[in-house]
């Protein structure tokens, strides 16, 4: 049964100010690096909606085939790449030496900046591996900031059990249920949060979010509702949410149901992408393909 304090609580917010589902995106199959198979939730057309995120992919199989390519040597250019492994082993190697693996629970924050060519490659030939890569926007004064790697493992990232919810914070801060919830990360400029929520059947979450920022709730097990509208949110389902200062998350399944729940304040600044590369102007595009066709793109 739903908790009466906790969805009297998360309905008393709702009311005056719950942010409403504007969009839904069903994260489609792709592939990507040396053929891995994974699911392209957004990114590509129209990222100004998702500002300061560009794109998120969920990666997972239990078929070594669908992964084993991996991620051969490739460069990167004016934003952050975010690393969250659920389950498996994935190393990262890049031209500054650095060398970390990611095992279950890790996450890699991997700032490109000016440029980087990295690799991330399997380290199981059997076994699930399933995980999320997220593209978080630089501001433009920062996008040829000096590339930089940091590899976290699973038992530094904070973990809160709360009444009929966990969750697992990897960046930014807010009130939950009555308790702070503080991620590893804090992020300048964007104030980005990036939390993995888990809602035992039956309960409600109230999850706040700036006004005026964006809000994006990425269900990838089981089934939940949004808003005071119960809007339903299936697995591998994006929803947006606008207006507001909450977002309103019930299970009204039997079964825990778990979401990522992205949210950070826009840069609103010009984005042209390039494959590897996020810039502001075509011209800042065109300087990265010859730094990277040059050699210099990634110097130490």
């Known amino acids: 049964m739903i908790s009466n304090r906790t969805a009297e609580s998360a309905q008393a917010e709702v009311a005056s100010k719950g942010r409403r589902v504007e969009e839904q995106i069903v994260a489609r199959a792709t592939s990507d690096g040396a053929n891995v198979k994974l699911l392209r939730v957004f990114g590509g057309q129209g990222p100004e909606r998702f500002d300061p995120f560009l794109m998120l992919d969920e990666f997972g199989s239990e078929t070594a ?3 084993i390519g991996g991620f051969p040597p490739h460069p990167h250019r004016g934003f952050q790449t975010v690393t969250y ?13 650095n060398v970390g693996l990611l095992n279950d629970g890790a996450v890699q924050w991997m700032n490109a900046g000016s440029g980087i060519i990295h690799s991330e490659m399997p380290k199981q030939t059997e076994g699930k591996m399933r995980g999320f890569q997220i ?8 996008k040829m900031s000096p590339a930089y790697y940091k590899d976290i493992q699973a038992d530094l990232i904070p973990e809160y059990l709360l009444e009929g919810v966990y969750v697992k914070a990897i960046a930014g801060e807010m009130e939950l249920l009555g308790s702070t919830v503080k991620g590893y990360f804090s992020v300048e400029d964007t104030d980005a949060q990036f939390m993995d929520i888990h ?10 979010v700036s006004s005026g920022y964006t809000a994006l709730v990425y269900t990838y ?12 949110a299936k697995a591998q389902t994006l929803s947006r949410l606008v207006d507001g200062d ?8 039997d079964a825990v149901a778990r979401v990522v729940v992205l949210a950070g304040k826009p840069l609103r600044e010009p984005i042209v992408q390039h494959g590897p590369f996020v810039m502001n102007s075509v011209e800042e595009i065109n300087q990265a ?12």
């Not at 492994?85 to 030496?97: A, P, S, T, V, W």
């Not at 809602?199 to 706040?208: A, D, H, K, T």
């Not at 909450?246 to 399944?253: E, I, K, P, T, W």
């Open 221 to 232: 097990d089981g089934e939940v509702t949004l808003t005071d509208k119960y809007v339903p």
């Open 199 to 208: 809602l035992q059947p039956g309960f409600e979450l109230s999850v706040p």
């Open 246 to 253: 909450n977002v309103l998350v019930s299970n009204a399944s």
């Open 85 to 97: 492994m659920l389950q498996g082993k994935m190393e990262h190697r890049d031209h500054m030496g």
């Open 289 to 300: 393909i010859a730094d990277y066709n040059a050699g210099t793109l990634a110097e130490s």
């Open 135 to 142: 593209w978080l926007n630089l501001l433009s004064g920062k």
């Open 65 to 67: 085939d669908d992964y």
